[in-house]
């Protein structure tokens, strides 16, 4: 699979072959028991984050990837994405520290 990457005027695109996904399914299993123990969600604490708020946590973690040229964080990161909302083919992740302005689509 394959997501469109958007980070202010910059773009990429990210092949996340399905095998990977598959392998860890148990290991993005454990990403969700540890958020759903609370996490910060920019500069509020969140006790239980919906499954779109955990993607945008994803997506912050996918942009430090990026930014620390982290292949297997920035490939982690997006294959939680992809797993957990399967439609999505962009994200347009916010760069100033604010989660939940990252979309989707």
Not at 15 to 28: D, G, I, S
Not at 54 to 71: E, G, T, V, Y
Not at 76 to 89: E, N, S, V, W
Request: charged share 25%; with cysteine; aromatic share 8%.
């Amino acid at each position: 699979m394959q997501l469109h990457i958007i980070i202010d005027d910059y773009a990429m695109d990210l092949e996340v072959p399905a095998a990977f996904l598959a392998e860890n399914r148990t290991a993005f299993d454990r990403l969700d028991d540890a958020m759903g123990r609370g996490v910060q969600f920019g500069r509020e604490w969140l006790d239980r984050p919906d499954p779109l708020q955990r993607c945008q946590l994803a997506a912050d973690k996918l942009l430090a990837a990026i930014d620390s040229h982290n292949q297997g964080l920035a490939l982690m990161a997006a294959g939680y994405i992809l797993a957990r909302l399967p439609d999505t083919r962009q994200v347009s992740i916010d760069n100033n520290g604010e989660p939940w302005a990252t979309e989707f689509s």
